[in-house]
């Protein structure tokens, strides 16, 4: 279609589409949101309805798909979830005063950070959208803000940028604003929506999130978000509490790969919820401490008191039982407050949710008195900030019906006895309805049509009704014909119009006024806002601790204690999520020990022993303990960590080309060298990725690095039995073991950790449980005997020597590089000549190629110790 032949209507949605190129425009168009040429296409593919076309000539075509506008959630909610944005376009003129084409506007940008309700947003999950500003020192300015609960913190990052993508990756960031000059590359964050934005003066109306925040590089960061809010939003968001500023320091930092190896949140296998230590830790019975909950697991504290404080308290609730479960009885009647306060200022809260506000007030005073019964002084100052909110209760009493609709513009909404205006509109209504519901019978005797009905529709009002046969029964004169139908005519009278005319004005006026009423109790209820959001993080807290007490009392949790001195002394101690899905008594508990003495423990044993599972559980616990959580276990003395790192389980990074050793590596180097000697650190099986030698000599150097540079508690579990000897060279390495026995041919697994080093690894066995072939099992064991065999042994295992560390040279302390294998076997006598011959033959025979860089290395080691001899 030319530009001259385009219609008002197209030019003015290709105006305002110009201005929002990244979003889908829904544009009204009277009962549906249309949407035209690329978004059309686009929109009916994502959303799998029809395409059609605008247009009466064929080259005039337009693509076209719409919506209806009352189910568009729906459809909104499916293309936010998938990504994208959506820019909502409405009339903002009445139709019947315009003087052409209506004018419409962009009244709110949806995006997946700042979706406000609908399915999009979960219950117990928060939607975080976060600003991101690089500096020119490095550094990064970092803020994140939840529309629906208001909370909003921030942090300066440093230059690492793992550290960013840490911070990037949280589970429930789903938006990401940068500026112009922002690299997206330069961090691994693909499954983020990434927006721009290049304001970072900060507006006015958001002085008060920034009040008292004397850091420029984080006023910055926030002036980011907040003119994106402004930009897209278009509307009040007094509801965004100030920036609570966190250090990274403050809290343990957990990396994305330990959150997952860990499975804190959710599941290996299939990413869901089941399975994971949220699922077994969330007790909660709001959706606040649902959100609480979840965010505790992944920042555990780092501050002594701040976890006995909580402990405390759930002591406490686990010495009360009744107390307990009348708390979690009267819990289970507040809604969610923290999200309730937020639509309430963003205007898009309803009635109903006004008296799910009310009900959730009501239970407030028997919760305090509940909570000062248990005489914990933690929680008696926690009371001390809940408010007084017994006027908006009242309020909301004499205001609201207990049970008023969803629309808050059709009335239905307000008390009798509220408003007087209203209440002489309702009388006015009711009584002239009493007269029409007595018409029917009065006109039915008049005139004697027992059939006469009196009837009403929105479109013609209120009718007498009286089928054909019976019209010439009618009085003349005083019935009016209204309208005509198939088998029957529709009269009006006087009297009925008259009374029409009272009922119909009186529910208008009803409409408009209980409107008005409904947004002067949505205004008083927003100047109780911040006490709102105090009072529901006190109630958040307070259900995640009752959540833990119980959890602690039904599994048998301990208390744990905080050691001074970095020991680690836990006894009997349970994987928690294992144990509660075999069931309690069925799980076998072990011991840990890790001191000055047992800085590293190296861990052999059978595949499917339980190796891992040991491992984690020593990560596990120590986040429980620094959540203020008990303990799986009979006893436990524990460190505070700062940091935990794991190296377990073998993912390819596909998308970035890298293979499975590779990010073992990666997440190697960064685990040896962010570790500090306050860190937990697993490694599973490190250098299994390449060949034998390979790896055995990187896992070597890898336990020699931590114990004698890092010093951080390490669990390192290998199948390299040839690694048990560095007991003997390594002070603080111990040797321990899952034991398993033969019976009949059969391995046995005891799933129990002892001292020492295992005697073999079992795997022909693990293989015979997985149903392999007779053949290939009977052949494994015939290969296997003939390795073990001393002449074979000879050949393949890196001789012992091999293995002893070169002593430190005294003059500059910097070890020299010794052959981590022989490549293979000695040269004839002949010719072990060093001599420059020799190695220019060597050369000559290379394929370089094909050279691994270990093999390359070793080379150039012979040929330095040939020169050098």
């Known amino acids: ?45 994502e959303l799998e309805i029809t ?47 315009a003087k052409g084409v209506v004018k419409r506007e962009v009244v709110q940008l949806i995006t997946p950070g700042t979706v406000m309700e609908g399915k999009a947003i979960q219950e117990t999950e928060n939607n975080f959208i976060a600003a991101l500003y690089p500096f020119e020192d490095g550094t990064a300015g970092f803020v994140k803000s939840d529309l629906t609960t208001g909370e909003t913190t921030a942090a300066l990052l440093g230059t690492e940028k793992r550290t960013w993508e840490r ?52 006023v910055t960061a926030a002036a980011l978000l907040t003119n994106y809010f402004k930009r897209t939003q278009k509307r009040s968001l007094s509801h965004l509490q100030p920036v609570t500023v966190y250090y990274i320091n403050e809290r343990m930092q957990l990396d994305i790969h330990s959150r997952r ?117 933690y929680v008696d100052g926690l009371l001390q900030s809940f408010a007084d909110f017994s006027s908006l209760v009242r309020l909301l009493e004499d205001a609201l019906v207990d049970d008023p609709p969803a629309s808050i513009t059709e009335g239905g909404m307000i008390k009798d006895g509220y408003n ?49 046969p019976n019209i010439p029964l009618l009085p003349e004169g005083r019935y009016e014909r209204k309208q005509t139908l198939t088998n029957a005519e529709r009269f009006i009278t006087p009297e009925l119009k008259e009374k029409e005319s009272l009922i119909l004005g009186a529910e208008e006026r009803i409409t408009t006024l209980e409107y008005e009423l409904f947004l002067g109790v949505r205004e008083k209820v927003q100047s109780y806002l911040r006490d709102l959001q105090k009072t529901a993080a006190i109630v958040s807290e307070i259900d995640v601790l009752q959540g833990f007490a119980v959890i602690s009392e039904r599994y048998q949790y301990v208390k744990p204690e905080f050691a001074d001195d970095r020991s680690l002394i836990v006894k009997e101690g349970r994987h928690p999520v294992v144990e509660r899905m075999r069931g309690q008594g069925e799980y076998v508990a072990n011991d840990l020990t890790m001191d000055e003495k047992r800085e590293v423990l190296l861990i052999t044993g059978p595949n499917m022993a339980g190796k891992s599972t040991y491992m984690r559980q020593a990560a596990l616990i120590s986040i429980m303990a620094q959540t203020g959580c008990f303990v799986p276990a009979a006893s436990a003395i524990l460190p505070l960590f700062d940091q935990i790192f ?57 336990v020699e690095y931590i114990h004698d540079h890092v010093g951080t508690k390490t669990l390192f579990s290998t199948h390299y039995h040839e690694l048990t000897t560095l007991e003997q060279k390594l002070d603080k390495l111990k040797n321990v073991h899952v034991s398993a026995i033969e019976e009949e041919g059969n391995v046995v697994f005891l799933h129990k950790v002892e001292e020492g080093k295992a005697d073999r690894s079992y ?93 390359a290395l070793e080379k150039l080691y012979e040929y330095q110790k040939r020169l050098r001899s």
Not at 199 to 217: I, Q, R, V
Not at 435 to 449: F, K, V
Not at 798 to 811: F, G, N, T, V, Y
């Open 1 to 45: 279609m030319n530009v001259t032949e385009e219609t008002p209507m197209i030019k003015q949605y290709k105006k305002i589409k110009s201005e929002y190129e990244d979003a889908f425009l829904f544009f009204r168009l009277g009962d549906f949101y249309e949407l035209f040429f690329e978004d059309a296409i686009k929109a009916a593919r």
């Open 51 to 97: 395409l059609t076309r605008r247009g009466s000539k064929k080259e005039e075509h337009i693509p076209m798909c719409g919506v209806p506008y009352h189910s568009a959630e729906h459809y909104i909610t499916t293309l936010i979830e998938k990504g994208y944005k959506i820019a909502i376009c409405e009339q903002v003129e009445d139709p019947k005063t």
């Open 167 to 218: 911070e990037m990756l949280r589970s429930d960031i789903k938006e990401m604003v940068v500026p112009p000059h922002f690299d997206q590359s330069s961090v691994a964050a693909p499954q983020l929506v990434f927006s721009m934005e290049e304001e970072t003066e900060l507006d006015a109306d958001f002085t008060h999130l920034c009040c008292g925040l004397d850091n420029e590089k984080l």
């Open 261 to 377: 190896n860990l499975e804190l949140t959710e599941s290996l296998r299939d990413k869901k919820k089941y399975g994971s230590l949220l699922w077994l830790m969330d007790e909660t019975v709001t959706a606040m401490g649902g959100r609480l909950v979840k965010k505790w697991l992944e920042e555990p504290l780092l501050e002594k008191t701040a976890i006995l404080n909580r402990q405390s308290l759930v002591a406490s609730l686990c010495d009360d039982f009744f107390s307990r479960e009348e708390l979690r009885d009267r819990l289970r009647h507040v809604y969610d407050l923290e999200r309730l306060a937020g639509k309430t200022a963003y205007g898009n809260i309803n009635a109903r949710e006004l008296v799910q506000l009310r009900r959730s007030l009501q239970e407030l005073p028997f919760l305090y008195d509940i909570l000062r019964q248990l005489g914990n002084s």
């Open 420 to 468: 007087d205006a209203l209440d002489e509109y309702r009388e006015a209504s009711k009584n002239g309805k009493d007269w029409i519901s007595q018409l029917e019978q009065q006109e039915r005797t008049a005139t004697g049509i027992k059939s006469l009905k009196v009837g009403f529709n929105k479109v013609f009002g209120y009718y007498i009704e009286v089928t054909k």
């Open 646 to 702: 794991t190296r377990i389980g073998a993912t390819d990074d596909l998308a970035s080309g890298q293979s499975t050793f590779m990010v073992e590596m990666l997440e190697t180097r960064y685990a040896l060298t962010q570790a500090t000697p306050a860190s937990l650190l697993l490694l599973d099986e490190i250098g299994r990725g390449t060949s034998t030698y390979d790896g055995m000599a990187l896992a070597q150097a890898i």
């Open 763 to 855: 795997g022909i066995y693990v293989a015979k449980l997985a149903e392999l072939p007779d053949d290939v099992l009977e052949r494994a064991e015939i290969l296997l005997k003939e390795l073990e065999s001393p002449a074979s042994a000879e050949q393949t295992l890196i001789p012992e020597e091999k293995w002893e560390r070169k002593e430190k040279d005294e003059e500059n302390k910097r070890p020299e590089q010794l052959p981590l294998f022989m490549m293979e076997s000695e040269p004839a006598e002949a010719e072990k000549k060093t001599d420059l011959a020799y190695i220019e033959k060597d050369l000559n025979q290379i394929d370089i190629l094909h050279l691994s860089p270990m093999e």
